[in-house]
């Protein structure tokens, strides 16, 4: 039995249309999978309607991809099932909508489908059951459709479809005969369309625009009255465009008019979204609000004055300061009380309606995490936090939040001690408020943590401060800061932080009189913080720079007594792909080992210190035993106690990960070629220069590119080590195994669990490069992936004391209190809206 993971960290990616928040879900895209995520104050599907005429929330969604294909999807048990694929476009699909449609001449409930993509077309689609079908095809010539929206005209049962355009139109088509009609074109913007949204108010549809020209319009579609009314020539009237349809062989005359125009933003405006209906108490509520996000950094809520109906701007939220470009998307919950955003850099940011004063938003805890591929992950050594590196450039904390009023702990970023330029790569603990980051750079730098994070991660996580800061220097900084045109983390003390700025030195920096540089400023926290937080006040100062290597930065380890570091750099040569060994203390240069023909992809230290292994690219490992030295005083030498060459390898590709057992008698090294190898024993007592060590056990052969090797610090029961092995599809496996001297080894592998793959999402290497390590500490392993989201397990106490035919992984709670799943498929994503007449 394998059940959700204890905890996982994702952000989003650089994409616009990419969020859906529906009644009992909140639906996220991240580039290139669909993540469900069930929102926190989630209820029954059954208790909430999806809108007015039904009684069930919307249970189907669509996807459009970069593989030019549009998959329809039915969600049953928070699972995505019953996938049916719309093939026909020519280039990458980059926008869906979907709407339910009834037909006079037939009771089924049909599905209507529209999508765009980049071979300038738009394609209509109507699903019936398992059966999809082509309407048409509207062809844009060399422009682009970069929105779209279905809905239906007032009265009637005729669909109406809204693309925005390239070239600063909207243009209306109407189904008539089964086939869309361009019935109306509408000017004004000025720049791209960037989103079109409908909503019917009344007996009026109101369609929402917004558009790279900062602007957003709201133009009101509505039955033009048939009545002979006499008309006062002098009085001034709205424009308004007229078109007729047919509906049950009837005509009909609708008109088009500009209700209004916002202006509020000052960048282009990615997205424009009206609060969904809902239901409160038994009766449906209609509020007429309008969200909107933008490249700079905000959201607006707007909404028309109760006595003058003037659309005014009633609340605005977003970010102040960091490296931030903006809001690429934006959605109301089911019954508008929380907005939500993500920005450019995938970051989600959440705000809550205060229920008491309505005009106040205050910032909520949301999930984060990064946005492009992790790249390493460590754990604090007590086993209370994780810290991982990305190639999103930023080094980020995971701590769990214990609150004093509830039993359940969640996990959740707290800090984010490094945003860099470069992609970082690897990191290692010093000890446990310090470690060292290598990136794609020739250096490796070291941070210790402030004393303002040591205060917020107690307050966090529970523990006791003068229990946690007794090892800690008295002098420790308060916290950092990246000055103006500087590139390193400094250290910010007591007398260096800097006074709130008064009203008058606020108003001349913003007149531009003086320039005050943004400053870090002490904080004490009690819950985890909010993104722009995270951007500016949880750096830790950059103590050390080690400089040695010739390219790259590429693996680094520490040994158990925190006395040496390892690292090695990108190499395609034997000088290059040397292992310098390092003085924790000094921070000097202790030795260089050479033996590899190319990169040294890992290291790891043996967990009584006396060896290093190191398995490179080159399919081989070497061993270096570490001497005895005369004093103390004298820095440590290692010598080659053993290694392997192409014939004696077993492996025949890349290895890639490698780990030891906690005795220090076997270790243990994985390769893309699927194989899990076991070499030992190894002897420290033994005084001979080279040895021959050999595989003790079977080949594990686990049917997929091995990725990572990690061991359990501890035994199973029946005296066998605990192994997890990370594939390159995502998946991780657990075995344990036992030397069993026998010939042929019968028994000594045993197949515990594997994760489902839903969980894990696939990596693919000819993007970049696949890792997917797990990390044992205690009882618990945390993996992280090449695609940008890290994973918390818990091993179950069933696999120490159980049945070895039936061990499990426990799996409590996703960060977010209730996001209880994470759905693999592809791209940009939409609900289907539910407009039953």
Same mark, same amino acid.
């Given at each position: ?18 969020? #859906? ?16 995520? &069930? ?26 991809? @970069? ?141 929402? @625009? ?59 405006? #990615? ?20 969200? @909107?996000? @933008? ?61 008491? /004063? ?44 214990? %609150? ?26 010093? /000890? ?23 205060? #917020? ?10 229990h946690v800061l007794c090892n800690q220097d008295s002098d420790l900084p308060e916290g950092a800061t990246v000055p103006a045109l ?10 260096? +932080? ?81 292992? +310098? ?54 820095? &440590? ?7 392997? #060459? ?25 390769? %893309? ?18 040895? /021959? ?64 793959? %839903? ?79």
């Open positions: 039995m394998v059940t959700p993971p204890e905890s996982i960290a994702y952000s989003g990616f650089v994409n616009r249309m990419a969020a #859906n928040w529906l009644e009992t879900r909140m639906f996220i895209f991240f580039r290139d999978r669909i993540s469900l995520v &069930p929102s926190w104050n989630a209820v029954a599907p059954s208790e909430f309607p999806a809108v007015a005429g039904t009684t069930a929330p919307s249970t189907e969604l669509v996807s459009g991809g @970069s593989d030019n294909q549009v998959i329809h999807w039915e969600i049953e048990d928070n699972q995505l099932l019953k996938a049916v694929y719309l093939q026909g476009h020519e280039g990458p699909v980059y926008v869906v909508h979907a709407v339910y449609q009834r037909r006079t001449s037939d009771p089924a409930l049909y599905t209507l489908i529209v999508s765009a993509a980049a071979d300038c077309t738009v394609r209509l689609w109507s699903k019936k059951g398992s059966e999809v079908t082509c309407l048409q095809t509207l062809n844009f010539g060399n422009g682009f459709a970069l929105a779209l929206c279905l809905s239906f005209l007032p009265n009637t049962d005729v669909p109406i479809l809204a693309c925005g355009n390239d070239d600063c139109r909207i243009d209306l088509f109407a189904q008539q005969n089964d086939q869309f009609q361009k019935v109306l074109s509408l000017s004004g913007h000025e720049d791209w369309i960037r989103g079109v949204e409908w909503a019917a108010f009344g007996k009026d549809l109101f369609l929402a @625009s917004c558009s790279q020209d900062c602007l957003i319009r709201i133009w009101k579609l509505y039955i033009k009255s048939t009545s002979l009314e006499t008309q006062d020539d002098d009085n001034i009237r709205l424009k308004e465009n007229t078109f007729t349809v047919e509906n049950e062989s009837v005509k009909i005359t609708f008109a088009v008019s500009l209700e209004t125009v916002l202006a509020g933003h000052e960048n282009w405006v #990615n997205a424009v979204h009206w609060q969904p209906v809902f239901y409160k108490d038994g009766v449906l509520q209609q509020p007429m609000r309008l969200l @909107s996000a @933008s490249m700079d950094k905000t959201m607006i809520l707007w909404a028309p004055d109760e006595e003058s109906g003037v659309w005014l701007e009633q609340v605005r939220v977003g970010e102040v300061g960091g490296n931030t470009l903006g809001f690429y998307d934006c959605q109301f919950n089911e019954d508008g009380t929380m907005i939500i955003a993500h920005a450019f850099h995938g970051a989600l940011h959440l705000w809550k309606q205060n229920t008491v /004063n309505s005009r106040e938003w205050t910032p909520e805890i949301v999930i984060s995490g990064h946005f492009d591929g992790v790249q390493d992950l460590v754990w604090d050594p007590e086993g209370e936090f994780i810290i991982t590196v990305g190639t999103d450039q930023t080094t980020r904390l995971f701590a769990p939040w214990k %609150r004093k009023d509830q039993s359940q702990v969640t996990w959740h970023e707290i800090a984010r001690p490094q945003i860099h330029g470069y992609e970082l790569k690897c990191l290692t603990m010093i /000890n446990r408020f310090q470690f060292v980051s290598g990136a794609d750079e020739k250096v490796l730098r070291v941070f210790s943590a402030p004393r303002n994070f040591v205060e #917020n991660f107690c307050a966090i996580t529970g523990q006791s401060l003068n500087g590139l390193s983390n400094k250290a910010v003390f007591q007398g260096d +932080i800097a006074s709130q700025p008064s009203d008058e030195e606020e108003l001349l920096t913003s007149t531009g009189f003086e320039y005050q540089q943004v400053a870090f400023q002490p904080s004490i926290l009690t819950a985890p913080p909010t993104e722009d937080h995270l951007l500016q006040n949880t750096l830790w100062p950059e103590v050390q720079k080690l400089y040695g290597h010739g390219y790259e930065i590429f693996c680094v380890t520490c040994n158990n007594s925190k006395t040496l570091l390892a690292s090695a750099c990108k190499a395609a040569k034997k000088e290059h792909a040397a292992i +310098i060994l390092w003085n924790t203390t000094s921070w000097k240069q202790v030795q260089n080992l050479v033996f590899h023909s190319l990169t040294v992809t890992q290291m790891a230290f043996s967990p009584n210190d006396k060896f290093l292994l190191a398995v490179s690219r080159d399919r081989t490992w070497s061993l270096w035993k570490k001497q005895d030295t005369i004093s103390p005083e004298f820095e &440590p030498v290692f010598t080659l106690f053993a290694f392997t #060459n192409k014939v004696t390898s077993v492996h025949s590709r890349i290895i890639w990960s490698c780990d030891w057992s906690p005795d220090s008698k076997y270790f243990f090294t994985g390769s %893309r070629d699927k194989k899990v190898v076991v070499w030992g024993e190894c002897d420290s007592t033994d005084d001979c220069i080279e040895h /021959n060590i050999g595989p003790c056990s079977s080949v594990l052969d686990v049917g997929g590119a091995v990725t990572a090797v990690s061991i359990c610090p501890e035994l199973h029961p029946s005296q066998r080590y605990v192994v997890a092995v990370g594939l390159e599809c995502g998946k991780i496996c657990l075995y344990t195994w036992k030397k069993t001297n026998q010939v042929p080894e019968i028994n000594d592998w045993i197949r515990c669990v594997e994760t489902s793959q %839903r969980y894990f999402f696939p990596i693919f290497v000819s993007i970049r490069l696949a890792r997917n390590f797990g990390i044992f500490c205690g009882k618990f392993y945390a993996t992280f992936s090449g695609e940008g989201h890290i994973s918390l397990f818990m091993v179950s106490t069933a696999l120490f004391c159980g049945n070895l035919k039936l061990p499990y992984i426990i799996i409590l709670h996703l960060i977010f209190k209730s996001l209880l799943d994470w759905i693999s498929c592809l791209y940009n994503t939409v609900f289907i809206n539910n407009h039953l007449k």
